[in-house]
């Protein structure tokens, strides 16, 4: 049994995170200010397994604290996504980058065995070239990206100079239950999800034919799981992807077809900063970690679509079938 650290555990990928962990009998205190994470994704978790403590990752020696004695450092707290980033650069780049030194600090007095750090597709910024490969010169294109991208640098600074093993991972586009169904600033897959299962209109912004690889959130909690203990992964960095792409106006029709609907989405401006295209190539992350991604996009919407109706409880105001399914519907 070992004792992790995560920051942001009260989060979307911090919080499915901590589920695995306890499944598999560890010990784990969860550091985090409930900014974006929420009470609720804490709340089944048992106090003698799991100690959370409220505080701010850029709180360095509040942070060094809580991290004596465990064994692991998982580090995802940080101000995500594009939009906000654009909006707001001072505060996402202080979060992640000023966060992800303090938990490098924290760590390295700690003692601790490995850090794996969350980063982001993001790094890549608008380069046309796919897939996306680890040997690609990073050029991010928002304020979020290089926010990611300095954490990776300072993380792989930290194993070259002080020998603290650090795991950069690059997630792209994560979905799955537990992700804020209800902020403006989630990934598309929850905003398309809680707009047509309470009865409003998708917005799709831009023509709908950007891409994307949609990871599901539990094939991301397998390659953090192995990050921590790969032989050969310290120093390094690695794509966590499905390996597909989808374009926009694809998932609406998958979700569409799974709710058996006929959806109409508005359409506003790219946003600010956003990406064309996304893919990842997940050689690397196989051939050093073991990676294998095992949730593909139809069962990983068909999972998540029974946890957002679940959590919306009695608010779920789906809108009329089509016509081809109204005699089934009718007998359901
Ligand atoms: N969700 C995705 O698609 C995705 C994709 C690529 C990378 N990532 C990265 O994965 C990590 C986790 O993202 P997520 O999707 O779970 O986001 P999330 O917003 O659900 O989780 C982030 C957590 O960090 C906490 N937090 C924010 N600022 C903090 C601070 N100053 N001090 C302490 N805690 C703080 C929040 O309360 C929240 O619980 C982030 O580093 C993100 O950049 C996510």
Redesign the pocket.
């Known amino acids: 049994m070992a004792k992790y650290l995560v ?2 555990g ?5 919080s499915n995170v901590v589920d695995a962990l306890l499944a598999a009998g560890e010990k784990v205190v969860v ?7 929420s009470k609720k994704n804490v709340f089944d978790w048992n106090p003698k397994d799991v100690k959370v403590v409220e ?4 709180d360095g020696k509040s942070l060094a604290k809580v991290a004596k004695g465990c064994d692991y450092l998982l580090h ?5 996504g594009v939009a906000r980033s654009v909006e707001d650069p001072e505060t996402t780049l202080s ?1 992640n980058v000023d ?1 992800t030194i303090n938990a490098l600090h924290a760590a390295r007095e700690a003692k601790i065995k490995r850090v794996i750090v ?4 993001a790094v890549y910024g608008e380069s046309p070239v796919l897939p996306k490969e680890e040997t690609m010169l990073p050029t991010p294109y928002s304020p979020y990206g290089a926010s ?1 991208l300095m954490g990776e640098d300072v993380a792989r600074v930290f194993y070259t100079t002080y020998r603290l093993e650090t795991v950069c991972l690059r ?5 799955g239950p537990r ?2 169904i209800t902020s403006e600033h989630s ?1 598309v897959v929850a905003r398309f999800i809680h707009a047509l299962l309470t009865g409003k209109t998708p917005m799709v912004y831009g023509d709908g034919k950007q891409s994307r690889d949609f990871t599901y959130v539990s094939d991301a909690v397998d390659a953090i799981r192995l990050a921590c203990t790969a032989p050969k992964a310290e120093g390094e960095v690695f794509n966590i992807g499905s390996g597909n792409r989808i374009t926009v106006s694809g998932l609406l029709n998958i979700i569409g077809s799974l709710l058996e609907r006929e959806i109409i989405p508005s359409y506003a401006d790219p946003r600010p900063a956003d990406i064309r295209h996304s893919l990842a190539e997940t050689t690397k992350a196989q051939e050093v970690l073991g990676f294998r991604p095992r949730v593909n996009i139809q069962l990983g919407l068909v999972k998540t679509l029974a946890w957002c109706r679940r959590s919306l409880g009695k608010n779920v105001k789906l809108p009329p079938p089509r016509p081809s399914s109204a005699m089934r519907d009718a007998t359901d």
Not at 10 to 14: C, E, K
Not at 55 to 58: P, W
Not at 76 to 80: R, Y
Not at 118 to 121: E, K, L, P, V, Y
């Open positions: 920051t942001g009260a989060g979307f990928l911090g550091y985090d200010d409930l900014s974006t994470g505080g701010d990752v850029r995802f707290a940080a101000i995500t979060v966060g969350a980063s982001s597709a990611m997630f792209f586009n994560l979905y992700q804020d990934g």
